[in-house]
């Protein structure tokens, strides 16, 4: 009698605990796969909530079909909340979204101006979203990221998640709960990727072309890409990446292999300063001389003190249009302020701007590479 | 069947016991930042460690009997606080229960029929709670090995997401809210009460594994403490089950679903905290003799289960289940006042008979 109890007791537990049960919602044909959301302003206060969808019928239609579909569907869907317009949607389409396949979350320009506070609650209070998306702003609308044709086969959100993540020294990667932590924490300010859209004959292309600065929830202004860099080394989001450097009459490629970088404030009574410390590791990938490789490599000296120059360059480029120009406190200065001075109330970003920095930079080449690697301060074919 | 368990298997069911209450945590207190949490994480180890010897010093028969012969001169009076035992049981394991359910419901299986899956589980702890101490500590043992494991793969495969900027100074705010969360820390410990209605149940010296079990959880606490707000910050502060966030977040090569891995830690060791707590029930329901225990086990099992179902249903009902004020308010005179007054009284009779 007691097996028999355990062999019930242990046949319940393992249907329920796989979820088998008679809701036909659960079934992937009842279900589109979100995969990508952008959210624009609408009038009236209203949200225009754009969707990407995995096209889950095609697998089905497109063998009886000369032509396959596509394999994604989009929509737009005019609401007060994400939460409504995910309702609507699901109501139009007969079949519910799923939500935790999503994959980028992009906002307008103008609704990003306007603050993206007021939609981030769905993201974390829905247990089916996923906090860990990816966030971007787009140059024009969240929709136009969302709609875009990038060709046959090619799902959009994918793409631009792998252009997101993939470690893209100029790519500033945000992901939706850091937003989230700076605008509710108030200690920092946070920066996301700027994509747009450009089109040619064939298809359109995304691309990442600087990155927006927030203030609280409120995007205040946009950088280059050469500006985005020098974030990402500070924020200690530099993973890898190639940069390029002049050096005498090369132009040198550098992998980044490691970076550590250090923000210490010094001075806390009277005008703050802060030392902004780097230490990076590099690899030489590629040297580009008129007459190839092999002619007139620069000294190993010369390369790391170019490699020095162009970092710090980037770095004091970033402070400046960070700080001075966006008002925008992304690098956490204020915070490091506050904590070295013992001091609970955020200082202000215009006391900031009277700030000094001294920046230093070490650098130490991990690997020269293979072919004609100037170590000695000659040339590498006249030692023999 | 044996009837009494090793000190390692019966601290094993107080270390899930512990950390079942950490993984539960809810935030109580939204204007508190997250180094107020680690502060309290790091003051609460030396207040429970004061706490409990005070029940390890009551565990030696003399002062047992010292206890009987003072209290327990009439029967009903010892009846009747073996029942208010058994009652305070019920209370801690309905709380599990229904924080096992409500966590299974709102993250796992949002549309699993909630009688089911309570009727399922409660029946499941009444089997291993009925089947003996014996049972429930080989069951803990293993709970205990593959939540540490667990926990311990989360943390590393974690590492990569720390963020050194969301820790803050300790006490930046003061230290008034570190110590009132500490005492929240300190009412969520009542292993040392367990382990007293254990003691007859182990068959070795009890006391000896303590400071070891003692370190242990407070170590993986302050731990689990740290590395939830290096990775997730304050919005650790502003989720339902914030080490579910954590594991969420976790990710090592291929394995990204670690929040899968916690889930199932979690749903083991709610389920081998409630069957510990009803066996634990039943034992002093066996001392009472009020009819047959078992039937008795069932009743409040079934009390248990209507309460769960009624936080299933009703959110306001498991905040008052599992309010921190509350359960403070019954917990502290548990771990802190009883354990006062017994010695003090222990203390006095010892040297009057001297």
Redesign the interface.
């Known amino acids: 009698m007691k097996k028999i109890?355990?062999a019930v007791?242990t046949s319940?537990?393992a249907f329920?605990?796989c979820?088998c049960?008679k809701?036909d919602?659960?079934e992937i044909k009842n279900r589109y796969i979100v995969q990508g959301i952008g959210i624009d302003k609408a009038q009236d206060g209203g949200l225009t909530v754009s969707f990407q969808l995995i096209n889950t019928d095609a697998a089905s239609v497109s063998s009886a079909q000369d032509s396959p579909e596509k394999p994604t569907k989009c929509y737009s869907v005019y609401a007060s909340s994400v939460s409504q317009a995910v309702s609507l949607l699901s109501n139009d389409l007969g079949k519910r979204l799923l939500l935790n396949q999503n994959r980028i979350l992009i906002f307008g320009r103008s609704f990003a101006q306007d603050g993206i506070g007021r939609v981030l609650d769905e993201f974390?209070r829905n247990?089916?979203s996923?906090?860990?998306v990816l966030c971007a702003v787009s140059d024009k609308t969240a929709s136009e990221i969302i709609f875009a044709q990038l060709g046959k086969n090619i799902v959009p959100a994918v793409q631009c998640e792998k252009m997101l993540s993939a470690g893209d020294a100029y790519t500033v990667e945000t992901e939706l709960?850091?937003a989230?932590?700076c605008i509710?924490?108030g200690?920092?300010d946070f920066a996301l990727p700027l994509l747009s859209l450009s089109r040619n004959e064939e298809a359109e292309k995304i691309n990442c072309t600087g990155t927006v600065l927030f203030y609280g929830d409120r995007a205040v202004g946009t950088v280059s890409r050469s500006t985005s860099f020098g974030i990402n080394l500070l924020l200690?989001k530099q993973s890898s990446g190639i940069i390029d450097v002049k050096v005498e009459n090369s132009t040198v490629s550098y992998e980044i292999v490691i970076t550590k970088p250090e923000i210490i404030c010094v001075n806390t009574e009277g005008k703050p300063t802060f030392e902004l410390r780097l230490k990076a590791r590099l690899k030489i990938t590629e040297i580009s001389t008129e007459k190839g490789a092999a002619d007139n490599v620069p000294s190993l000296e010369a390369l790391s003190a170019a490699a020095e120059d162009a970092l710090k360059s980037s770095i004091e480029k970033s402070v400046t249009e960070c700080i001075i120009k966006v008002s925008g406190d992304t690098l956490?200065l204020a915070?490091i302020y506050n904590?070295t001075a013992?001091s609970?109330a955020r200082i202000d970003n215009k006391y900031l701007k009277s700030f000094d920095t001294k920046i230093t930079v070490k650098i130490s080449i991990v690997n020269s590479g293979d072919f004609s690697a100037n170590l000695y301060g000659g040339r590498k074919y006249e030692q023999f | 069947m044996k009837n009494k368990i090793s000190p390692v298997q019966a601290y094993s069911l107080l270390f899930i016991s512990r950390i079942v209450s950490t993984l539960t945590f809810v935030p109580p207190d939204l204007d508190a930042v997250g180094s107020d949490y680690v502060a309290a994480a790091l003051i609460a180890p030396p207040l429970v460690l004061a706490a409990s010897i005070m029940w390890l010093h009551l565990m030696s028969d003399g002062r047992t009997l010292i206890i009987r012969k003072v209290f327990f001169r009439n029967p009903k009076a010892e009846k009747s606080v073996r029942f208010i035992a058994v009652l305070y049981l019920l209370l801690v394991f309905t709380r599990n229960l229904s924080g096992l359910c409500v966590f299974a419901m709102s993250v796992l299986f949002e549309k699993v029929n909630a009688v089911v899956l309570l009727t399922v589980t409660a029946a499941a702890v009444i089997f291993v709670a009925l089947s003996g101490i014996e049972a429930i500590a080989r069951l803990g043992f293993f709970g205990s090995v593959a939540t540490l494991l667990s926990l311990a793969f989360i943390v590393f495969s974690l590492t990569g997401r720390f963020d050194a900027n969301n820790l803050q100074p300790l006490f930046l705010n003061g230290a008034s809210k570190p110590v009132l969360l500490s005492l929240t820390v300190l009412s969520g410990t009542i292993e040392p009460f367990l382990l007293f209605l254990m003691r007859r149940e182990v068959n070795d010296k009890i006391k000896k594994g303590f400071v070891w079990w003692w370190a242990a959880v407070f170590s993986v606490q302050i731990l689990l403490t740290l590395c939830l707000y290096l990775g997730l910050g304050n919005v650790a502060l502003r989720m339902f089950f914030p080490y579910h966030a954590m594991a969420e977040l976790s990710r090592l090569s291929i394995a990204r679903r670690m929040d899968s891995l916690l889930s199932t830690v979690w749903v083991l060791a709610s389920f081998i905290k409630c069957a510990l707590c009803l066996h634990l029930a039943d034992n002093e329901l066996k001392k009472i003799s009020l009819g047959s225990s078992r039937v008795l086990t069932s009743v409040f099992t079934a009390v248990a289960f209507l309460i769960s179902l009624l936080a299933l249903n009703n959110i306001g009902v498991y905040r008052f289940v599992n309010n921190p004020n509350i359960n403070a308010a019954l917990n502290l005179p548990v771990i802190l006042i009883v354990p006062i007054i017994l010695n003090a009284v222990v203390k006095i009779n010892l040297k009057r008979e001297k």
């Open positions: 109890i355990i007791v319940l537990l329920l605990l979820s049960e809701t919602s659960y974390l247990t089916e996923r906090f860990t709960y850091q989230v932590n509710y924490d200690r920092r200690k956490g915070d904590k013992k609970k």
